[in-house]
């Protein structure tokens, strides 16, 4: 199973693009896409993941 | 980094040390300092140098790396493990970013991506040795990294060691086989001249099957007597169970524990009855051959000290013809 040594959590009230996007910044990626693919990084944009994405970015900490 | 990082570990002290010709073999007396730890140590404390450990297989070399790691456990936190000291085991390595993936895997990061450029998993790799406070990169198995000739990609290896070393200004103790002395020896194309990594190397160092009939046998002996539940030996009453055991594991620590982990548990009360124990052990772990050194009736004592004779001799040769 895909594993970060960072286990940063979510700030209350923060974008799930800007999660993801820190998230990869603190674990030393350049780009969100090196931890999750664009499409799911596009629904985060929108504030729109689904469970089994949301399920999945939780499953890497 | 620590202040408090001990010189000397009494648990690997007791049983691990390099063998200088000059002071062990032809002297057979172990004045209980380890070099080897204290080679380690100095490489942690002062992190200016990098080092090398060879030994051939089964001399104790990952055993000496996991023992001085337990010495600094990992420390758990909310966020991340703080790791000061980095163990590695290298598998089959075919690239510098696969090196660099298994670095970053033993630091607990298994998101990789195949295509990424050395650089980016440098980059990434010395983000995270630094917010998991990593003092120390022990790398075991690094000949694995190593092709046959020493090519294009030999070069890679050692300059892709050379990047980590400069940029983390961490310290790294690459062990391997005696093999592995080929990478830091590599000259290879840096800046504008060429250069080696043994320039931010200390001078390597070689692990030797330990001699016998002397302190630091017995102390190796009794370090797996204790670990498998059994009492203690003593030179004066175990010389000759001593010697078989040396013969049978050419004093090395893999064959010893390997021997005694097939010694059925038992209360043994004298020498013959460990030396029938052993025997049986020997068949199941070693070797299932005629001349099992702990059968009695075919080897005597005498026979055996012969032997013991012997092994000393090969072992002075090799230290004599390097």
Known sequence: ?61 | MKNNIPIKNSFITSFLYIVFPQRYVYRKTFNEESFVSEYISKIHQNRNYSGLLTGVSGVGKSYLAKTYTQQFPQSELDEKNIIPVLYVKLGATSTPTDLLHQILMALGCTVMNSKERPYTALERLLHLLNEQSVELIIIDEVQECLPDTDGIRAQQMAKQFAGLVDKASIPVILMGTPLAKRIIELAYKGGDKEEQLSRRFLAPHQLSPCPSQCLAWINMVNFYQLKYGFNRLTAQSHKDLLNRIYIATNGMHGLLNKLYAQMLPADYKNTAQYIRAFEEAYKFAIRNSEDNPFNADMINAQQTERNIEDLDRKLKETFTHG
């Open chain 1, 1 to 61: 199973m895909a594993r970060l040594p960072i286990r940063v959590r979510p700030f209350v009230g923060e974008s799930q693009a800007g999660y993801i996007l820190r998230l990869a910044m603190r674990n030393g990626f350049m780009k969100p896409e090196d931890i999750v693919n664009k499409k799911v990084f596009n629904l985060a944009i929108r504030n729109n993941l689904k469970k089994a994405d949301i399920n999945n970015i939780s499953s890497l900490i």
